[in-house]
């Protein structure tokens, strides 16, 4: 199929655990592009797994997912050249003596074809991008001795500095501290802004995002509610997902949701 200007196209979607159990289940929805999404929902929803299933990593039991027009099953390759993806634990062995450089670099050589060398030009990209989450100065330093939110402002970094058209999130705010939080954040929606290209964010909590979001998905194994983040801040389908402790309070124009998973999620 050629592309299309829907980010998502998802039909009568269902993908099972091994153990035969649905992780997800009548998933149905589309999102236009660009857009600045977020995925939400408790652990266990399934929202890592809609992920892995549109980046063809695993493959559907039933229905299908499509991205920019590509089949998730039939145009796996040809999505993975399309997306920066940041999982939610990578997997760089912290056993392995890389420095800042050879981790954020990889952005730019992973989708070059062997032999990968870094040219001028993808260090240079690859320096502003740090310096966009302010670890320029630690080109050189051990990436296992960083703290856990320098070592995710690098792989958020990575991502920036990389090719195509769609930049995918799976909890890159989970575990950092409040600066490394705000230096992610100010950073995704410089980019976003500047530049022609889709992020799509697995997050626990809309607060820091909720200036830049356009479409918020809740999922719970299937489509909840999406929408604007103001219509998807309701106290109904909340509770469907975080059961009666979600409350919603309004104050100074602003809408806030505590929920025992989440804690705070807001907008305006």
């Not at 930049?167 to 100010?186: K, Y």
């Given at each position: 199929?050629?592309?299309?200007?829907?980010?998502?196209?998802?039909?009568?979607?269902?993908?099972?655990?091994p153990n035969g159990d649905f992780a997800l289940?009548?998933?149905?929805?589309?999102?236009?592009?660009?857009?600045?999404?977020?995925?939400?929902?408790?652990?266990?929803?399934?929202?890592?797994?809609?992920?892995?299933?549109?980046?063809?990593?695993?493959?559907?039991?039933?229905?299908?997912?499509?991205?920019?027009?590509?089949?998730?099953?039939?145009?796996?390759?040809?999505?993975?050249?399309?997306?920066?993806?940041?999982?939610?634990?990578?997997?760089?062995?912290?056993?392995?003596?890389?420095?800042?450089?050879?981790?954020?670099?990889?952005?730019?050589?992973?989708?070059?074809?062997?032999?990968?060398?870094?040219?001028?030009?993808?260090?240079?990209?690859?320096?502003?991008?740090?310096?966009?989450?302010?670890?320029?100065?630690?080109?050189?330093?051990?990436?296992?001795?960083?703290?856990?939110?320098?070592r995710q402002r690098v792989l958020v970094a990575?991502?920036?500095?990389?090719?195509?058209?769609?930049?995918?999130?799976?909890?890159?705010?989970?575990?950092?501290?409040?600066?490394?939080?705000?230096?992610?954040?100010?950073?995704?929606?410089?980019?976003?802004?500047?530049?022609?290209?889709?992020?799509?964010?697995?997050?626990?909590?809309?607060?820091?995002?909720?200036?830049?979001?356009?479409?918020?998905?809740?999922?719970?194994?299937?489509?909840?509610?999406?929408?604007?983040?103001?219509?998807?801040?309701?106290?109904?389908?909340?509770?469907?997902?975080?059961?009666?402790?979600?409350?919603?309070?309004?104050?100074?124009?602003?809408?806030?949701?505590?929920?025992?998973?989440?804690?705070?999620?807001?907008?305006?």
């Amino acid at each position: 199929m050629s592309k299309s200007n829907l980010l998502f196209d998802v039909q009568d979607l269902a993908v099972k655990y091994p153990n035969g159990d649905f992780a997800l289940h009548h998933v149905n929805f589309t999102v236009e592009s660009p857009s600045f999404m977020a995925i939400i929902g408790p652990n266990g929803s399934g929202k890592s797994t809609l992920l892995k299933t549109a980046l063809g990593l695993i493959r559907p039991t039933r229905g299908t997912i499509k991205m920019m027009g590509y089949d998730s099953v039939r145009d796996g390759h040809k999505i993975q050249r399309m997306v920066r993806y940041v999982p939610q634990r990578d997997q760089i062995g912290l056993n392995i003596p890389m420095k800042v450089k050879d981790i954020a670099l990889m952005g730019r050589l992973l989708k070059k074809r062997p032999p990968r060398f870094a040219s001028s030009k993808d260090k240079e990209i690859t320096r502003q991008a740090l310096e966009k989450v302010d670890m320029q100065d630690f080109w050189d330093r051990p990436f296992p001795e960083l703290s856990g939110g320098q070592r995710q402002r690098v792989l958020v970094a990575r991502a920036l500095a990389g090719k195509g058209s769609i930049l995918i999130l799976d909890e890159p705010l989970a575990g950092t501290d409040a600066e490394s939080q705000r230096l992610i954040v100010d950073a995704l929606e410089d980019y976003h802004k500047n530049n022609d290209v889709s992020i799509v964010m697995v997050t626990h909590d809309l607060n820091p995002i909720h200036r830049m979001v356009k479409n918020v998905l809740l999922l719970k194994r299937t489509v909840i509610g999406i929408g604007a983040p103001c219509s998807i801040m309701d106290v109904d389908l909340l509770t469907k997902v975080y059961g009666p402790t979600a409350r919603i309070v309004e104050y100074a124009g602003h809408r806030y949701c505590v929920t025992h998973d989440s804690g705070m999620d807001r907008h305006e």
